[in-house]
C-alpha cells in the first residue's frame, strides 16, 4: 500500500479519535461517498464532517484488518474496516483523498 494511502487513513483516525470534525471532513472529496456500520449513506465532505460534529462523544476507534486500494482510472478508492474501542458509534467504511 501506497505511504501516502496509510497516512491519511492514520489521519483520519486521529481525526475522529480527537473529535475534530474539520480536520475528519477535509480528508474527503467534495463528492466523496461514505457508508456507515450502520448503513447510513452520506454523500460529500460536508455531509461526512457532520457525522463527527453531531457526535458528542465519539468512540474512539482503531483500524482493523488491511486497507485496500483501488484504481479506477482517475479516481482511487480505499477500503477499510475500523472498530469502536469499548463502544459503537458511527464509524464506517471510507473513500478518501490520497
Do not use: C
Not at 4 to 17: D, F, M, Q, Y
Not at 81 to 97: F, I, K, N, Y
Request: net charge negative.
Amino acid at each position: 500500500m501506497e505511504a501516502s494511502v496509510e497516512s491519511v487513513v492514520g489521519r483520519l483516525v486521529e481525526a475522529w479519535n480527537r473529535g475534530d470534525a474539520q480536520a475528519f471532513g477535509e480528508l474527503f472529496t467534495s463528492d466523496a461517498d461514505y457508508v456507515t456500520a450502520a448503513g447510513d449513506w452520506r454523500k460529500g465532505r460536508e455531509a461526512i464532517r457532520q457525522l463527527l460534529a453531531v457526535e458528542a462523544v465519539p468512540p474512539h476507534v482503531q483500524v482493523e484488518g488491511s486497507v485496500s486500494v483501488r484504481d479506477h482510472g482517475e479516481v482511487r478508492t480505499v477500503g477499510f474496516g475500523w472498530a469502536a474501542l469499548g463502544e459503537t458509534g458511527p464509524a464506517g467504511g471510507a473513500s478518501l483523498r490520497a
